[in-house]
RNA sequence: GGUUCCAUAGCUCAGUUGGGAGAGCACUACCUCGACAAGGUAGGGGUCGCUGGUUCGAGCCCAGUUGGGACCACCA
C-alpha cells in the first residue's frame, strides 16, 4: 500500500453524510446560476403538508426531482427547484384540534384569532422538521424561494384568482347537496371522500296510505333520514304502482302527509320499485325534489346529531336516532325486515368519519368550461406529457366526468373567502379587499379547499400575479412535476386548468408519475396498520445514498414498489463496492494530480476497453435519464462499475500498477482517474453524498461535484477493436476457471507458458492456482488441450498464435471432464441447429430485416466455431485416457 | 358497470419501439490472492398464468380467459 489513506475498509455512511450538506448550502450550490446563456429547467415540489413528518413516499418523490435537477444543473442548465409547504387547511387544523383535546380545549374556547396563532406555532415546528428531512435525504432546493401556500404573496394569488373567477361566473354560491364531515363539521369535495365497503343493513318498513287502502313498502339504508322524507316516488311505467300516483301517503313517526310522485329515477328492478325522497340528505333525491318542488326537510345539526325538526328524536346521534327509528317502527308494526348487506359509505378522508350527504349552502367552483379547456390542452401538440403515458386516460377520463368543485370549507386554518355580506342588506361582495364601509359588512367565516391554493402552486410561487416578475418570465412553464398517481385528480389535474386559465400555458411540460411504497408484505403504509417505516431510521442505518439509491432502483415508472431490508443491503453493498473500488485507485495514485492525466499514452488493451465502455454507459444513461427511466439507467451503471471496472480493469491494471514501468503505471493510473472521475459524475445524481466525499479524494479540479460537467461521450476514446479483443481474453480466462471449478481441480502455472499476449497478462485471474502447482503439476506428463479459438483481427490485437493450450495432464479428471464438455457440446450443437433453421427458412430470409440476417449468419459462425472447439478438446482428451 | 395495472427463477422484481430469457437476494461447490469475505470464481434453478390469433419470428402486439390489486361511477 503506497498512499495512507483516509477512507477506512468500509463505507461508513453516517461519516460520509455528516455536515456534506451544510457545506453545499454555505457554498450556495443549489440556487439557480440564473446564466440567461443557458437554458432554465425548473420543478417546484409537491408542498408537503405540515401535519407532521414524512414519510418515505415523500422521500421517494423527492429523491426523483432530485436525481432530474442534480443531473440537469451538471448538464448546465440554470436550473430551478423551488421547494415549500402546504397550510392543508383540514389535516392541520384537525391535528392541533386533537392536540387541544388532550388538553381538554376546543378551538372555540380559544376564538379564531387565538386558534389560528397556535396553528402558526404548529406549522414553524413542524417546517424545522421538514427542513431537516429534507437536509438528510440530500436534496438541492433553492431556499430562498422557499413559499409557503399561506404567505402574503401565495394569499394575494388566492384572492386575486377567486375574485376573477367569481367575476367570470366561474365561481357561485348555492345551496345543494354537498359531502358533510359531521366531525370537523366542514364540506368537503367529492375527492375528499373516500368510499369503503362497509357491513350494514337494508331496513325494510311500510308506509300507510293516506286514504287508509293499505300501504306500501320501502327500504333503506339509512332510515333516520326517513324524518325528513317529503315524498315518496315511483316509476311513471310501474305497472304494479300506477294507482298510487298523486295519493297521498302518512310519513310514519312524524305523521304527516306526504305525496307520492312518479319519476323516472326510480329503478323499478331495484328493491320494492318504491324510493322515499329526503331532498335535503341525499343528492338524488335533492334532484327529484327539485323537479318536483319538493320541500327540502333538514334533519340534522352539523356535528350530526338530529335537530329540532325531529321532535323526539332531536339532539340524539345520527346513529343513535338510526336505532331508535328502527325500534319505534318496529313497535308500530312497520318494520318489514332486516336485510344485512355490505355498501358502499362515505368516509372522510381527514376525520375517517362517515360522510352525511346534506343540503348546505356553499361556494363551487363551475367546471365545465375549465375541464373543457384542459381537455382540449391535450388534444395538441402542446400538451401535458404524462409519464407513464397511460395516466394520460386517467386523467382525462376525471376530468370528463368532473362535477362542480365544492371550495368552501367551514374551517378557521386557510385562506377567508373574500366575500363580505352587508350586515343590514344581505347584499354580496366579492373583492380583494373588504369593502370601504367594512363596519357594515361581515366576511364570509369559512376558508377554502386547501387545493384552492395548491392548485397556484407552479405559478404563485414564481411571483405571479405580477406576470413581469423575473421568476415567472424565467421559470414558467416549470420542466417537470414529479407525483405519485394518488394525487392526480386532487392537484396534476386542478393545476393545470388554473394554470391554462390564469396564464394561458400549461403549468409544466412533463409530468411524472410514481406508485406508492407499500412494506415488505406489499400492503399499504398506515397508521392504523402500524407498519410504516421513518425514512430517517433508514436513513442513520444505510445512509442517504443507499435510500436513495433503492428509491431510483426500485420499480418501472408508475408502479409500487415494496420497501426491502434485503435491497437495502444490497444497496450499501453496491456503494461499499464503489468505495473500495475507490481506495483501491487512491492506494496507487501516489501523488498523482489532475495535471498528468495522460489518456494519450500506450494504452492497453484493457484501458481502451474500459473507456469504450465508459462511452457506452454514459451514452445509455444519458438517453435512459431523458425518459425518466432511473431504474434502467442504475443497471447500467450497476453493471459497469462492478462487473466491468472492479471485476475485470482493476484487476487487469494490478499487473500495470504493481510490476511495470513508471511510465506504464502512469498510463494505468491516468486512466483509472480518468474513469473514476466520470463514474462518479454519472452516480452524483443518485448518490450525491459518497460521490462527493470520494470526489474530493482523487485528483479533481473544481469546487464541488454539484457543479461540476456531467460526462459526455468522447468518440475519440472509443475503440471496437479494443473491445473484440476482451472478448476473447476474457473467454480464455473464463474458459480455464471453468475447467477448474468443474472438475474442482486446480489449474497449474504451465498456463502462463503457452499463452502470449501483446499487453496483458492473466495471471493474475488464474492466480488462485499457483499454491497448488507443486502439488498437482508434473511438466513432465502435460495434456494439451485447446481452449480458445479466436477471429485472426481480435488475435492479432490480443493474442500471439493462433490457438491456446493448456496443460492439463495430472490435474483433472479427464472422465469428468470429457462429460462437462459433451454437455458443452450438446448445448452449442443445439444452437447451431436452431440458427441453421431460421437460416433455411426462406421466409425469415425474405421478410426479416437484413441486420437481424446478417446478425444470424454471424452468430451460426460462432457457434459452428465453438462447436468444433469443444469437439476438438474431447478428442484430444480421450487419446489420454 | 367503466378504466387500469399485475401474473417471468425459491423470494422481490427488471426486460426500452417483436429477433438468442435477466438482476438482486436465497441456494450449491471452491477460494483469507496487497480495494472490498457485507468479497471473489464457477454453478443449479424458469413450458414468461392459460387459450387462440397476427407474424418468417411473440415474454413483448391483438382477442378471449383465470387469479390478484388499484381507481372511477353506482348502490333509494
Known amino acids: ?167 367570470k361566473d366561474l365561481i357561485y354560491r348555492g345551496e345543494y347537496i354537498i359531502n358533510w364531515d359531521p366531525k370537523a363539521k366542514t364540506a368537503l369535495s367529492d375527492i375528499e371522500v373516500i368510499h369503503k365497503d362497509v357491513e350494514g343493513a337494508f331496513y325494510h318498513m311500510t308506509y300507510p296510505l293516506a286514504d287508509g287502502s293499505g300501504s306500501v313498502e320501502i327500504a333503506t339504508t339509512r332510515p333516520e333520514t326517513m324524518l325528513g322524507d317529503t315524498a315518496v316516488a315511483v316509476h311513471p311505467e310501474d305497472e304494479r304502482y300506477q294507482h ?71 339532539g340524539m346521534d345520527r346513529f343513535e336516532a338510526r336505532k331508535a327509528v328502527i325500534k319505534d317502527l318496529e313497535t308500530q308494526g312497520r318494520l318489514v325486515k332486516i ?70 370549507r367551514q374551517l378557521w386554518w386557510g385562506h377567508r373567502i373574500p366575500a363580505w355580506f352587508h350586515k343590514q342588506t344581505g347584499e ?93 408484505e406489499g400492503r399499504k403504509m398506515s397508521k392504523s396498520l402500524g407498519n410504516g417505516i421513518d425514512p430517517m431510521e433508514v436513513v442513520d442505518k444505510y445512509g442517504a445514498d443507499a435510500l436513495r439509491w433503492f428509491l431510483s432502483n426500485g420499480s418501472a415508472p408508475g408502479q409500487d414498489v415494496r420497501f426491502s431490508y434485503d435491497k437495502m443491503d444490497a444497496s450499501w453493498n453496491f456503494i461499499n463496492k464503489i468505495w473500495n473500488a475507490s481506495r483501491f485507485a487512491l492506494m496507487n495514485m501516489e501523488d498523482f494530480t489532475v495535471e ?35 431504474g434502467e439507467a442504475n443497471r447500467h451503471l450497476y453493471h459497469f462499475i462492478w462487473d466491468d471496472f472492479c471485476d475485470w480493469y482493476i484487476e487487469m491494471s494490478k499487473e500495470i500498477l504493481f510490476n511495470e514501468d513508471e511510465e506504464a503505471k502512469q498510463t494505468t493510473r491516468s486512466v483509472l482517474a480518468y474513469v473514476l472521475d466520470q463514474t462518479l459524475r454519472l452516480l452524483h445524481p443518485v448518490m450525491p453524498f459518497v460521490t462527493e466525499e470520494i470526489w474530493e479524494n482523487i485528483p479533481h479540479i473544481g469546487e464541488s461535484l454539484v457543479v461540476a460537467e456531467y460526462p459526455v461521450v468522447r468518440p475519440e476514446l472509443s475503440d471496437e ?17 471453468n475447467i477448474r471449478s468443474e472438475v474442482n481441480t486446480p489449474l497449474s502455472k504451465p498456463v502462463e507458458l503457452l499463452i502470449k499476449t501483446n499487453d496483458v497478462k492473466i495471471e493474475s485471474f488464474l ?68 440458427v441453421k433453421g431460421k437460416l433455411s427458412n426462406a421466409k425469415f430470409v425474405d421478410n426479416a430485416p437484413v441486420a437481424v440476417v446478417e446478425a444470424e449468419k454471424v452468430k451460426e459462425k460462432e457457434y459452428l466455431e465453438k462447436q468444433t472447439l469443444v469437439l476438438e478438446r474431447i478428442e484430444i482428451l480421450k487419446t489420454q485416457i
Not at 295519493?247 to 306526504?258: A, F, T, V, W
Not at 376525520?351 to 375549465?370: A, C, D, H, N
Not at 480458445?788 to 490480443?798: G, L
Request: charged share 30%; with cysteine; net charge negative.
Open 721 to 737: 477493436e479494443a473491445t473484440e479483443g476482451m472478448d476473447v481474453l476474457m473467454e480464455l480466462i473464463r474458459s480455464v476457471r
Open 339 to 408: 336485510e344485512k348487506m355490505v355498501h358502499s359509505v362515505g368516509h372522510s378522508e381527514r376525520t375517517g368519519v362517515i360522510v352525511e350527504p346534506r343540503l348546505s349552502t356553499q361556494w363551487f367552483v363551475k367546471m365545465e368550461p375549465l375541464a373543457k379547456e384542459a381537455i382540449d390542452l391535450q388534444k395538441t401538440e402542446d400538451k401535458v406529457n404524462f409519464v407513464p403515458e397511460r395516466f394520460e386516460n386517467t386523467y382525462l377520463s376525471w376530468m370528463e366526468n368532473v362535477h362542480d368543485w365544492v371550495i368552501s
Open 428 to 520: 354580496l361582495y366579492v373583492g380583494m379587499q373588504a369593502p370601504r364601509d367594512s363596519e357594515n359588512w361581515e366576511q364570509d367565516p369559512d376558508v377554502l379547499d386547501t387545493w384552492f391554493s395548491s392548485a397556484l402552486w407552479p405559478f404563485s410561487t414564481m411571483g405571479w400575479p405580477d406576470e413581469d416578475s423575473e421568476d415567472f418570465k424565467r421559470y414558467f412553464p416549470n420542466n417537470t412535476l414529479v407525483t405519485g398517481y394518488d394525487i392526480i385528480f386532487f392537484w396534476v389535474s386542478r393545476m393545470i386548468f388554473q394554470s391554462l386559465e390564469f396564464t394561458g400555458k400549461k403549468p409544466f411540460n412533463d409530468v411524472l408519475i410514481h406508485g406508492l411504497i407499500r412494506d415488505e
Open 244 to 314: 298510487l300516483i298523486g295519493k297521498k301517503i302518512i310519513l310514519p313517526l312524524m305523521d304527516i302527509e306526504i305525496p307520492i310522485i312518479a319519476d323516472e329515477y326510480v329503478e323499478m328492478d331495484f328493491g320494492t320499485g318504491v324510493v322515499k325522497i329526503t331532498p335535503a340528505h341525499d343528492p338524488n333525491d335533492f334532484a327529484v325534489g327539485n323537479r318536483h318542488n319538493l320541500p327540502r326537510t333538514n334533519v340534522m345539526n352539523p356535528d350530526g346529531t338530529m335537530n329540532d325538526l325531529t321532535g323526539k328524536y332531536t
Open 767 to 834: 492466480k488462485n492456482n499457483t499454491s497448488y502447482i507443486e502439488r498437482f503439476c508434473n511438466p513432465e506428463n502435460l495434456t494439451i488441450s485447446s481452449m480458445v479459438r479466436a477471429p485472426e483481427t481480435a488475435m492479432s490485437a490480443v493474442i500471439t498464435g493462433a490457438e491456446i493450450y493448456l496443460p492439463l495432464a495430472g490435474l483433472i479428471n479427464i472422465d469428468e471432464e470429457i462429460v462437462r464438455l459433451e454437455k458443452e457440446l450438446a448445448k452449442w450443437s443445439g444452437e447451431v441447429k436452431r
Open 1 to 167: 500500500m503506497s498512499k495512507e489513506l483516509k477512507m477506512p475498509t468500509k463505507y461508513q455512511p453516517q461519516e460520509v453524510e455528516a455536515g456534506r450538506y451544510e457545506k453545499w448550502l454555505e457554498k450556495d450550490l443549489f440556487k439557480p446560476s440564473g446564466d440567461k446563456t443557458k437554458e432554465a429547467y425548473s420543478v417546484v415540489i409537491p408542498p408537503p403538508n405540515v401535519t407532521g413528518k414524512l414519510h418515505l413516499g415523500h422521500a421517494w418523490d423527492t429523491t426523483l426531482q432530485d436525481i432530474i435537477i442534480r443531473q440537469k444543473r451538471m448538464q448546465g442548465f440554470d436550473t430551478l427547484w423551488l421547494p415549500g409547504m402546504d397550510h392543508a387547511g383540514i389535516a392541520t387544523q384537525a391535528k392541533v384540534e386533537a392536540k387541544l383535546a388532550e388538553e381538554g380545549i376546543s378551538r372555540y374556547d380559544l376564538g379564531r384569532e387565538k386558534f389560528n396563532e397556535t396553528v402558526w406555532e404548529w406549522k414553524e415546528e413542524y417546517a424545522a422538521v421538514i427542513r431537516e428531512q429534507w437536509a438528510k435525504v440530500g436534496i438541492s432546493v433553492d431556499y430562498g424561494r422557499e413559499r409557503f401556500t399561506l404567505d402574503e404573496g401565495l394569499s394575494e394569488a388566492v384572492r386575486k384568482v377567486f375574485v376573477a373567477m367569481y367575476n
Open 596 to 630: 498528468q492525466i495522460d489518456l494519450t499514452g500506450n494504452k492497453t488493451i484493457a484501458d481502451r476497453w474500459i473507456l469504450t465502455k465508459l462511452n457506452k454507459t454514459i451514452e445509455k444513461v444519458t438517453d435512459l435519464f431523458e425518459r425518466f427511466e432511473f
